[in-house]
């Protein structure tokens, strides 16, 4: 099983590294560079431990707290056992013309880590604060962005981690429904 990921992951590689290079080259450039460095330290937790505290603010802030830390920690558990068992490189190491524009967190790119908590903190974040659905979606598609512009993530690597973030968050509402009743 592992010979024939590895296999499709490579015609996938290929299929998205022109579209990888042309967002990469932006990293080449200062402020380009400098925004989406900043977005991927954010993603890397502070902006959603952040979004965490405020939900106490919220009526019914201690459970949506709580809820947002549980679906966090999932998703945690959920990327990291696919990464395990998926094993695809990171664009910058496997092709010599996407530059690194950021360390990595760990060697392997499928899924995006970081998109998959965009995406399920801003599902879960305009739940409990609407007023707050815009400013995150559009957090979460910078997120998404600056992964592939920053050489870590290949583009379905970004798709992956948002169709599992989105899932994620509708599946833990479901959950939260029935325990709140």
Request: some cysteine.
């Amino acid at each position: 099983m592992g010979t024939h990921i590895a296999t499709v992951f490579a015609r996938f590689d290929q299929a998205e590294l022109r579209f990888s290079r042309y967002l990469n080259r932006s990293s080449g450039l200062p402020t380009p560079r400098a925004i989406f460095h900043a977005v991927s330290r954010l993603g890397d937790g502070w902006i959603w431990y952040g979004l965490i505290l405020c939900m106490v603010i919220v009526p019914g802030g201690a459970f949506a707290a709580l809820h947002l830390a549980l679906t966090g920690g999932t998703g945690v558990f959920v990327y990291r056992r696919i990464k395990r068992y998926a094993v695809r490189e990171r664009p910058f190491i496997t092709h010599p013309a996407i530059s690194c524009a950021a360390a990595p967190l760990d060697r392997c790119s499928f899924p995006s880590g970081h998109t998959l908590h965009a995406v399920s903190f801003a599902v879960l974040g305009s739940h409990y604060l609407p007023e707050l659905a815009l400013p995150l979606a559009g957090f979460a598609v910078l997120i998404a962005i600056s992964r592939v512009v920053l050489g870590l993530h290949y583009p379905t690597d970004v798709a992956a981690g948002a169709l599992l973030g989105g899932s994620l968050a509708l599946a833990s509402q479901e959950i939260a429904g029935v325990i709140a009743m």
